[in-house]
């Protein structure tokens, strides 16, 4: 099983839409989650940490569900900068672990 | 706003050869990190290091691999003789924290690109 799995999407979503996708990890003792996003061939660029409660920034609302091992992103008000890969991101000691990533496109 | 910073930006070299990675990563972080990024596939960890050491690695992390602190602030990633399948973005991160669960969030420079031919 992977560490960390993600629907690749395309999602594709007109501008001001709401776009939401999730991921799931397999390693239950996993202790830091996060968003990363990635536009083409550059570095992966914190988005967000993602804590227990839920959190939110700005538009965007990260969601852990430590019992069912899932993590979520939901994206209000689609910009067209938005528009990126979305990497689910799993920490465990000093490693993170990423998933392959979510790709969104938001058109005008 | 501090930044890891990362030279060169593209590196090519002939199978075999050494080819040294540079990485200075923001000034108070204290712990360093090399991933992998090949082309289409995900983000992959390498190593990590703090105080001297390393504190972790992954199986691709092999003898063909080194880490070194030369000094105050560069953070240098050797690979002794390339592969074909060397290429690859490799990026430099770095953080506050390590384990703990705050000021752990890693930040990544811009990458160099590898090609072995």
């Known amino acids: 099983r992977k560490e960390v799995e993600q629907d690749p999407g395309p999602f594709n979503v007109p501008e001001g839409a709401t776009v939401a996708f999730n991921c799931t990890y397999s390693n239950s003792a996993s202790q830091s989650f996060f968003w990363y996003r990635q536009d083409c061939r550059k570095e992966p660029k914190l988005l967000m940490s993602?804590?227990?409660s839920g959190n939110e920034d700005g538009r965007f609302t990260a969601q852990l569900n430590r019992a069912s091992q899932y993590i979520s992103l939901l994206i209000r008000d689609s910009k067209l900068s938005d528009s990126a890969t979305y990497l689910c991101v799993v920490k465990n000691d000093y490693k993170l672990s990423f998933g392959a990533g979510t790709t969104v496109t938001v058109r005008a | 706003e501090p930044e890891v910073t990362q030279t060169p930006s593209h590196q090519v070299t002939q199978m075999g050869q050494e080819v040294i990675l540079r990485c200075v990563p923001i000034?108070?972080?204290?712990?360093f990190y090399w991933y992998r990024q090949i082309l289409g596939q995900k983000v992959e960890f390498l190593v990590s290091f703090y105080n001297n050491e390393i504190s972790e690695k992954s199986e691709i992390f092999d003898d063909q691999f080194s880490v070194e602190r030369p000094d105050g602030s560069n953070f240098t990633l050797k690979i002794r003789s390339t592969k074909l399948e060397d290429s690859a973005m490799y990026f430099c991160?770095?953080?506050?924290?390590?384990?703990?669960?705050?000021?752990?969030?890693?930040?990544f420079g811009p990458g160099t690109r590898l090609t072995v031919l």
């Open positions: 993602v804590y227990s």
């Open positions: 991160a770095s953080s506050e924290g390590g384990q703990v669960r705050v000021r752990n969030e890693q930040f």
């Open positions: 000034s108070n972080h204290l712990y």
